[in-house]
């Protein structure tokens, strides 16, 4: 999976290789044809006994070949190291095949999955990715994004928008593109996906209180994150819905340290008995405050994160969580900028990808 990245700050493109590319037979290097020159698409037609009409519709993938004289053409190709022009064949057709990504932190495990699983489904569609991370999230600054992303030739935008902008209400989007936005507020008419915040915090609080809490702690996200406050919302509706009272939230910024600091502001004894953290980090932060202060997990404080991180059930005790499906949020991503590209008329969809409770032993009724 080829992945370009630009650093919008400083409008320089650096490539890197993310996790492993699998060579195949059309990246093998070009050769050289006699003379060394470069091996032309004549070359080819006279490797393989057809004419040179025949070898380019072959690299345009034309119906109008037979499949043995297709066949024999690409075992040529492959014979003398010939790539096609891609560059030249997307100007002809009008589409690079690549996606371009908006975000605007490279920090947050959810961005950092999020981008991952999108850069998997586009490469599994033939289709590869170009990365720009806009440093301050302003209206001006995701126009000039869409800007240089134009200049880069991609067909599609997905924009990652976790946070608010600063400048605007809504995200207004240039015309003209096809753009999907994940994690947002959307405006009327565009295109988005989003995890299912709003059930994974209802499940989590339902949990604690099925098992007998009074009440549920809650120690949130960035005010300004959009996650964080769908999962702070319906945090607050589950109790209210429940008839408990609900304590007043104690904010992180999803870190571990500020998990550890709100972990210090929690009242001692009875009074809290179950936390629900806003991301598995700041349940890490909490379970050290806990522990500096003398109580156990879960026998005297149950703990719940959100995001189900790799190491979350090495936690000690392995910790309940919920689990967004960060695969299938990537491929509903790809999906929806592929229908806008075969058709651009087709109405705007909200897809929503599932979340989960997983249960682990950082939960049990409250102490008698």
Not at 108 to 127: E, K, L, P
Request: net charge neutral; proline share 6%.
């Amino acid at each position: 999976m080829y992945v370009t990245m630009v650093d919008f700050g400083v409008c320089t493109v650096a490539h890197s290789i993310v996790n492993t590319i699998e060579r195949s037979p059309a990246m093998t290097p070009v050769s050289s044809a006699p003379g060394g020159r470069r091996v032309s698409m004549a070359d080819v037609a006279a490797h393989a006994g057809v004419s040179s009409q025949t070898v380019s519709r072959v690299s345009n993938d034309s119906s109008k070949v037979s499949e043995p004289t297709r066949d024999k053409v690409l075992q040529s190709m492959r014979d003398l190291g010939y790539r096609p022009n891609s560059a030249a064949r997307a100007l002809k057709r009008g589409h690079f095949r690549t996606l371009g990504i908006i975000t605007f932190t490279m920090t947050t495990y959810g961005n950092v999955r999020t981008i991952d699983a999108i850069a998997q489904a586009a490469a599994g569609a033939g289709y590869a990715t170009t990365l720009l991370p806009v440093r301050v999230p302003t209206q001006r600054s995701v126009h000039r994004a869409f800007g240089r992303l134009e200049e880069l030739a991609v067909d599609a935008v997905i924009v990652i928008m976790e946070t608010n902008l600063r400048d605007s209400d809504h995200l207004i989007l240039p015309p003209g593109m096809p753009v999907v936005v994940v994690d947002a507020d959307h405006g009327a008419g565009t295109y988005g996906v989003d995890a299912d915040q709003v059930a994974g915090a209802r499940k989590v609080t339902e949990h604690l209180l099925n098992l007998g809490h009074e009440t549920v702690w809650h120690i949130a996200g960035p005010q300004a994150s959009h996650a964080a406050r769908r999962r702070e919302e319906a945090w607050r509706a589950s109790l209210e819905v429940a008839g408990r009272a609900a304590p007043p939230a104690i904010r992180g910024d999803w870190t571990a340290r500020s998990g550890y600091e709100a972990g210090l502001q929690l009242p001692a004894g009875a009074e809290c008995t179950a936390v629900f953290c806003a991301n598995d980090q700041m349940a890490l932060g909490l379970y050290r405050a806990l522990r500096q202060t003398g109580r156990r997990i879960p026998q005297d404080v149950s703990v719940v994160g959100f995001d189900n991180i790799e190491d979350s059930d090495s936690f000690d005790p392995p910790l309940t969580t919920i689990d967004q499906d960060f695969e299938e949020l990537g491929r509903e991503c790809v999906e929806e900028v592929m229908e806008q590209l075969r058709d651009p008329t087709m109405p705007s969809r909200r897809p929503v990808v599932r979340t989960r409770l997983v249960v682990r032993d950082s939960t049990a009724a409250p102490a008698k």
